[in-house]
């Protein structure tokens, strides 16, 4: 009698928690939009270190902007507490420097001064070295198209000024951030009945058509990079001669470090950096292989850290913007877990995300009840896909990691985002 007591207990107990996450369920099949294209949905509790609930959780999608969790991961396993500025060293009366991929010297959010002021007061001559490579300016399934957009600059060994030039409005007139490219701005006399910047897919010279400049006007353009241009740039940036060299990186270097890695993701995660993104697995590869080869980096990420994920991935590049990433919702759960033993603080694994309701890629998604966010994920948007994946902290203090991809739909994504919106917050109220 007592066994089965104990027995319908447990079927009971069973029962309501199976009845519980059903729900989820009835949520999803009342949905008119989710019906209308692909989707996957994974939730795993992770006091529990369980699985609850999924739908299509083994099928493969385009991530979009969630490959940024892959890149996050990648930083906070290769590349250290902070980012190496340049290696660097000291032969004769010269200096020596190479580039290590950091997206940071000069950047308009994230420049600092150490790499500057270090190479302004050496007293010694100044060579870059440049180091021979395979890498790409552009990643497999980019779309060309957008090579003038602010979310698609070129990548390099050693960026400057974010690899963009910054057109901005102040007090009435254009200014350019750097002033270097100044000279290759052409006013054009056109029928255009709006502001617009254009640039060339081959070359610099910046066409403005000429009409009225915006108040407030910001705008980003990528510029098209090469070894010669940069040596300009870091010529009329330090105001000093600055030389070439094809020396190979030796085994012992020394390093000038400029910003704390954490900082760099946050900074791509929270607004969704693509050229921080693929800069970032630029500087692990450089660390860990003293060279640059991201997809020898992207393997070695996959044979040591994700081969143990139950369904297999392709990864393209780090940013999301390649079409021919593939992974599975049960695939970004697992990912998001090693993040958080990687980690191991929560609070310090909850920063790295978007904060729903108060900022990033969220900020104007969720609501904050009292001002709390209640979900913090990694949004993904490119045409025809968008997807969250990140944790939920529900009202009775429940954790969880969740996934939900979206792929193949036609027309705006807020349809889309409002769903996963409804479901996510039914998940916080009910769990």
């Given at each position: 009698?007592k ?6 207990l447990?079927y009971?107990?069973?029962s309501?928690?199976?009845q ?7 949520q ?6 989710l ?21 299509n ?25 902070s980012i190496?500025g340049?290696a660097?060293?000291e032969?004769?009366d010269?200096l ?10 000069l950047?308009?959010?994230l420049g600092n001064?150490?790499v500057?002021?270090f190479l302004?007061n050496s007293n010694k001559?100044l060579?870059?070295?440049?180091q021979?490579t395979q ?5 497999d399934?980019?779309?060309i ?8 600059p070129?990548?390099?060994?050693f960026?400057i000024?974010?690899?963009v ?14 002033l270097?490219?100044e000279?290759y ?6 029928t ?7 640039r060339?897919l ?14 407030q006007?910001?705008?980003?353009k990528?510029f ?6 940069l040596i ?5 940036t330090?105001k000093r001669?600055?030389?070439w ?5 030796p085994?012992e ?7 704390a ?5 946050r900074?791509m ?12 697995n630029?500087?692990?590869s450089?660390?860990h292989?003293?060279s640059?080869?991201?997809?020898d ?20 590049d ?6 021919y ?8 759960v ?7 033993n990687?980690?191991g603080d929560e ?9 729903g309701?108060l900022?990033?890629?969220?900020k104007?998604?969720?609501h904050a009840?009292?001002?709390k966010?209640?979900?913090w994920?990694?949004t993904?948007?490119?045409?025809s ?6 944790y ?12 939900f ?5 036609l027309g705006?994504?807020n349809?889309v985002?409002?769903?996963?919106v ?6 916080y109220e009910?769990?």
């Open positions: 009698m066994n089965l007591l104990t027995f319908l447990l009971v107990s069973f309501l928690s199976a519980d996450f059903s729900s989820i369920t009835e999803i099949q009342s949905s008119e939009v019906k209308k294209h692909y989707f996957g949905f994974s939730l795993f509790d992770i006091d529990e270190q369980k699985y609850v609930y999924g739908i959780e083994d099928k493969h999608f385009t991530p979009a902007s969630n490959t940024k969790v892959f890149t996050t991961l990648t930083s906070l396993k290769l590349i250290g507490d190496p340049i660097y060293i032969r004769g010269s020596l420097f190479w580039g290590t991929g950091d997206p940071t010297f950047h308009s959010r001064s150490k500057l002021d302004k001559k060579y870059l070295a440049f021979p890498e790409p300016s552009y990643r399934g980019w779309s198209e957008d090579y003038e957009f602010y979310y698609q070129e990548l390099s060994q960026p000024y974010g690899n030039v910054q057109f901005k409005e102040v007090e009435g007139s254009l200014r350019l951030e750097p270097y490219f000279k701005v052409k006013y054009l006399t056109d255009i009945t709006r502001y617009r910047i254009h060339p081959d070359n610099n010279n910046f066409e403005i058509n000429n009409f009225p400049l915006p108040a006007y910001v705008n980003e990528p098209k990079t090469s070894d010669s241009l300009s740039l870091l010529q009329d330090l001669e600055v030389f060299t094809r020396d190979s990186l085994k270097v020394n390093y000038i470090y400029s910003t890695t954490k900082d760099v993701v900074e995660m929270l607004p969704s950096d693509n050229f921080l993104a693929e800069q970032l630029m500087v692990a450089f660390m292989f003293g640059f080869n991201t997809g980096l992207r393997k070695y990420m996959k044979d040591n850290f994700y081969r143990n994920f139950q369904d297999s991935i392709e990864l393209r780090g940013s999301g913007l390649s079409v990433n593939k992974v599975t919702p049960r695939s970004m697992e990912l998001l877990l090693l993040v958080q990687e980690v609070a310090a694994k909850l920063r790295l995300f978007p904060a309701g900022e990033g890629t969220l104007n998604i969720f009840p009292e001002g966010a209640f979900v994920s990694k993904g948007t490119i045409n896909v968008h997807c969250q994946s990140g939920i902290l529900t009202k009775k203090n429940k954790r969880f990691a969740y996934s991809l979206n792929n193949n739909f705006s994504a349809p985002r409002k769903e996963m409804r479901i996510v917050t039914y998940i009910n769990f």
